[in-house]
């Protein structure tokens, strides 16, 4: 692979994997408490929960990247104190990640959701009377039924991480090496003469990843629908 | 063990205001849809949380508004068997009926996996899902899930309502199973005369959110003042002992001395066995009918008469220990001048057998 690629593409491919793969694990534990809060709890500001978790979707990508450089930038007030704590965002790939992941949560969230609402509380009622707890209800009821759903979302949200261009080049720009992700490469290689080649095989790349993220969703949906329904 | 419940709950469309007890055996809440009665049920399991009541099994108080004693479902120890089976579809016939096993107190007493599922029947199905199961087949497994909680209570939510009549038929011996060999009370809710009548102990008549009467089935049954559902459906429930079997077909019974031909029972001879006679019927007849094709004429006196609002009336009559109700019209009450202390002749039509024996309570 690394003698197909060049040292510069390659890194832009491990990079964005690394982004996208750091971006779904660290959202899917919030994307499940904020879809299971949005699908079954009763609250005040849930629609504005729902409109903030939705926004990411609705804004211009740059504008969300502008945001988080407002927030969490060197030299804004979360930024800075996250600094004192040793983690920079700014221009780091964890800086990228962070916007991925912020870019990727509506996706995940709606997909979680609609898996929870398709959830019988029946079932979960029957569970407690038979005496357990609702923690166990949860585990051994609610998540086996909703694992499509994460699965869905979590694939869903991963190819969204992968092709995430607008917000994470004004977070943390397009340093080759550190901050340049599989798009941010490819536009910066449209941008030099005789740069297409090597972008018509970060393309391939791009191309090859989705069709495999979609062709393994399908086949672990299916080997759980099986489980799942029993039929 | 006696199931106490005193209850109030205002919905948009329906008011409920409860108070009844359930003493062992099976006590059935009977009445029409939208009486109330999936409600009450729903409180008793804790999933209906009322707005001011008190609900106790014995000692045990599981809500008490008044006190703020609220016990979350879990804890309340009851097996609900749903109007539908509502099994985990994710998990083998198995793991579905051992699902509330690890939560039973290691102490409590109850039935082992394998005499559930022998009394059930369902050993074949225990590797299959859900999914693949008949409508009777979960039906009882969804009864076997219950019992193997080890409950303290037993809740039915009218289980045999979707189902067809031959499945209903498999279903009902495994709740008088329960009623005769199981220690542990049943609040069976049902708006079925039949499942009434078979499996009553103790009846709890709900209307429109509120108890009109309770007391043992017997007698709420032969009640004329209590028709939730109508007179057409009305009829009592009397307990009978097979005297013999005739070669003709029929079985000679006796209820409390009376002599009654029905068309041949299982039960042997010195058995009891409980049989519901519908109201509609019974005839009555001031003198001896003569030459009449009923085998079963017994005398009677009239013990009550409620007359309808439309052209009938029912009419409560006693013969030797047995309560009937007859189903006759307005008309026939003043032409034969009824009133209570007539003696009148009852012509029994049709008998109808609940199989199975009758409670030992």
Redesign the interface.
């Given at each position: 692979m690394t003698g197909w690629l060049g040292p510069e593409e390659w890194a832009a491919v491990a990079l964005s994997l690394r982004v996208a793969f750091w971006a779904t694990l660290c959202t899917l534990p919030l994307g499940i408490l904020t879809a299971h809060a949005l699908a079954r709890w009763r609250f005040p500001g849930k629609h504005l929960l729902n409109g903030i978790v939705h926004l990411p979707l609705i804004l211009p990508p740059v504008v969300t990247g502008y945001l988080l450089l407002m927030t969490f930038g060197t030299r804004a007030p979360v930024g800075a104190a996250l600094q004192e704590l040793g983690i920079f965002l700014a221009f780091r790939w964890t800086g990228a990640a962070l916007a991925a992941g912020i870019m990727a949560f509506p996706l995940m969230v709606r997909a979680i959701r609609l898996s929870i609402e398709a959830v019988?509380p029946?079932?979960e009622?029957?569970?407690?009377?038979?005496?357990?707890?609702?923690a166990w209800?949860w585990a051994?009821?609610t998540l086996?039924?909703i694992l499509p759903g994460i699965l869905a979302g979590a694939i869903l949200a991963f190819a969204k991480a992968m092709g995430e261009f607008g917000a994470t080049i004004t977070f943390v720009s397009n340093i080759p090496g550190q901050t340049q992700t599989l798009p941010s490469a490819i536009y910066a290689f449209l941008q030099v003469p005789g740069g297409e080649s090597a972008a018509l095989r970060l393309v391939a790349v791009s191309v090859a990843v989705a069709m495999a993220a979609l062709i393994l969703s399908e086949v672990l949906a299916r080997r759980i629908a099986a489980?799942?329904?029993?039929? | 063990m006696t199931l106490s419940v005193r209850l109030h709950h205002a919905f948009a469309a329906l008011t409920l205001d409860i108070a009844f007890d359930a003493p062992p055996g099976v006590t059935v809440l009977f009445g029409r849809s939208g009486s109330g009665k999936t409600s009450v049920a729903d409180a008793v399991a804790g999933l209906l949380r009322p707005q001011s009541g008190r609900i106790a099994i014995g000692d045990r108080v599981l809500c008490d508004t008044q006190k703020g004693i609220w016990v979350p479902p879990h804890r309340r120890r009851l097996g609900y068997i749903f109007q539908q089976p509502r099994l985990f579809p994710h998990l083998s016939v198995r793991q579905n009926l051992t699902y509330g096993a690890r939560f039973a107190p290691p102490d409590s007493p109850g039935p082992t996996l394998d005499a559930v599922v022998a009394m059930l029947g369902i050993e074949a199905l225990l590797p299959r899902r859900p999914g693949a199961l008949s409508g009777g087949e979960a039906a009882r497994v969804a009864i076997g899930r219950a019992l193997l909680s080890h409950p303290a209570l037993i809740l039915a939510d009218e289980p045999l309502a979707s189902l067809d009549a031959p499945r209903k038929a498999e279903i009902l011996p495994y709740f008088e199973q329960l009623r005769d060999h199981s220690p542990v009370p049943v609040l069976y809710v049902s708006h079925s005369v039949t499942e009434v009548a078979r499996l009553a102990t103790t009846v709890v008549v709900l209307e429109n959110g509120r108890v009109v009467r309770q007391g043992p089935a017997d007698a709420v049954l032969a009640d004329p003042q209590v028709t939730p559902l109508g007179a057409g459906e009305a009829g009592a429930m009397i307990s009978a002992t097979v005297r013999a079997h005739h070669d003709d077909g029929l079985s000679e019974l006796s209820v409390g001395g009376l002599r009654l031909l029905v068309p041949r029972v299982s039960p042997a001879p010195g058995e009891t066995l409980r049989l519901r006679i519908a109201a509609q019927d019974v005839m009555l007849a001031t003198v001896r009918p003569e030459g009449v094709s009923a085998l079963n004429i017994w005398p009677a006196v009239v013990t009550g008469i409620r007359l309808g609002e439309g052209p009938g009336a029912l009419v409560q009559i006693e013969a030797g220990e047995a309560r009937l109700l007859a189903r006759i019209t307005r008309r026939s009450v003043r032409a034969l001048n009824l009133a209570e202390g007539t003696p009148v002749y009852a012509v029994l039509k049709a008998v109808s057998v609940a199989r199975g024996g009758v409670p030992a309570r």
């Amino acid at each position: 692979m690394t003698g197909w690629l060049g040292p510069e593409e390659w890194a832009a491919v491990a990079l964005s994997l690394r982004v996208a793969f750091w971006a779904t694990l660290c959202t899917l534990p919030l994307g499940i408490l904020t879809a299971h809060a949005l699908a079954r709890w009763r609250f005040p500001g849930k629609h504005l929960l729902n409109g903030i978790v939705h926004l990411p979707l609705i804004l211009p990508p740059v504008v969300t990247g502008y945001l988080l450089l407002m927030t969490f930038g060197t030299r804004a007030p979360v930024g800075a104190a996250l600094q004192e704590l040793g983690i920079f965002l700014a221009f780091r790939w964890t800086g990228a990640a962070l916007a991925a992941g912020i870019m990727a949560f509506p996706l995940m969230v709606r997909a979680i959701r609609l898996s929870i609402e398709a959830v019988d509380p029946r079932l979960e009622q029957a569970a407690a009377t038979l005496g357990a707890p609702r923690a166990w209800v949860w585990a051994t009821i609610t998540l086996p039924l909703i694992l499509p759903g994460i699965l869905a979302g979590a694939i869903l949200a991963f190819a969204k991480a992968m092709g995430e261009f607008g917000a994470t080049i004004t977070f943390v720009s397009n340093i080759p090496g550190q901050t340049q992700t599989l798009p941010s490469a490819i536009y910066a290689f449209l941008q030099v003469p005789g740069g297409e080649s090597a972008a018509l095989r970060l393309v391939a790349v791009s191309v090859a990843v989705a069709m495999a993220a979609l062709i393994l969703s399908e086949v672990l949906a299916r080997r759980i629908a099986a489980r799942v329904g029993g039929a | 063990m006696t199931l106490s419940v005193r209850l109030h709950h205002a919905f948009a469309a329906l008011t409920l205001d409860i108070a009844f007890d359930a003493p062992p055996g099976v006590t059935v809440l009977f009445g029409r849809s939208g009486s109330g009665k999936t409600s009450v049920a729903d409180a008793v399991a804790g999933l209906l949380r009322p707005q001011s009541g008190r609900i106790a099994i014995g000692d045990r108080v599981l809500c008490d508004t008044q006190k703020g004693i609220w016990v979350p479902p879990h804890r309340r120890r009851l097996g609900y068997i749903f109007q539908q089976p509502r099994l985990f579809p994710h998990l083998s016939v198995r793991q579905n009926l051992t699902y509330g096993a690890r939560f039973a107190p290691p102490d409590s007493p109850g039935p082992t996996l394998d005499a559930v599922v022998a009394m059930l029947g369902i050993e074949a199905l225990l590797p299959r899902r859900p999914g693949a199961l008949s409508g009777g087949e979960a039906a009882r497994v969804a009864i076997g899930r219950a019992l193997l909680s080890h409950p303290a209570l037993i809740l039915a939510d009218e289980p045999l309502a979707s189902l067809d009549a031959p499945r209903k038929a498999e279903i009902l011996p495994y709740f008088e199973q329960l009623r005769d060999h199981s220690p542990v009370p049943v609040l069976y809710v049902s708006h079925s005369v039949t499942e009434v009548a078979r499996l009553a102990t103790t009846v709890v008549v709900l209307e429109n959110g509120r108890v009109v009467r309770q007391g043992p089935a017997d007698a709420v049954l032969a009640d004329p003042q209590v028709t939730p559902l109508g007179a057409g459906e009305a009829g009592a429930m009397i307990s009978a002992t097979v005297r013999a079997h005739h070669d003709d077909g029929l079985s000679e019974l006796s209820v409390g001395g009376l002599r009654l031909l029905v068309p041949r029972v299982s039960p042997a001879p010195g058995e009891t066995l409980r049989l519901r006679i519908a109201a509609q019927d019974v005839m009555l007849a001031t003198v001896r009918p003569e030459g009449v094709s009923a085998l079963n004429i017994w005398p009677a006196v009239v013990t009550g008469i409620r007359l309808g609002e439309g052209p009938g009336a029912l009419v409560q009559i006693e013969a030797g220990e047995a309560r009937l109700l007859a189903r006759i019209t307005r008309r026939s009450v003043r032409a034969l001048n009824l009133a209570e202390g007539t003696p009148v002749y009852a012509v029994l039509k049709a008998v109808s057998v609940a199989r199975g024996g009758v409670p030992a309570r």
